[in-house]
Nanobody, 120 residues
Framework: VQLVESGGALVQPGGSLRLSCAASGNIGQINGMVWYRQAPGKERELVALITSIGNTNYADSVKGRFTISRDNAMNMVYLQMNGLRPEDTAVYYC???????????????WGQGTLVTVSS
């Protein structure tokens, strides 16, 4: 299973970005889909997650500003980020867990990351 993120960019404080993550490969089903981020010199942290039935959870630092959503038919997950702050600067990673289509073995896949820089 492969994940490819896109949408990272340089944006001014207060601006918005929408990150996308496309999953492909031998996918039987995808359960949880998660956005993480890692800022320079810091540990990777969970930003937002969404379950297969659409339940969501967010880090306190992004609640009210970020929205996670998914398109199960297209195996896509999105992160709408509004009111961006300099402290949101990080590499954002997509993670998906589920079952492979042929063996129904579990998978845990990561994307390569997309850089979001918030600066004036």
């Amino acid at each position: 299973v492969q994940l490819v993120e896109s949408g990272g960019a340089l944006v001014q404080p207060g601006g918005s970005l929408r990150l996308s993550c496309a999953a492909s490969g031998n996918i039987g089903q995808i359960n949880g889909m998660v956005w993480y981020r890692q800022a320079p010199g810091k540990e990777r942290e969970l930003v937002a997650l969404i379950t297969s039935i659409g339940n969501t959870n967010y880090a306190d630092s992004v609640k009210g500003r970020f929205t996670i959503s998914r398109d199960n038919a297209m195996n896509m997950v999105y992160l709408q980020m509004n009111g961006l702050r300099p402290e949101d600067t990080a590499v954002y990673y997509c993670n998906a867990r589920g079952l492979l289509s042929t063996t129904w073995a579990p998978f845990n896949a990561w994307g390569q990351g997309t850089l979001v820089t918030v600066s004036s």
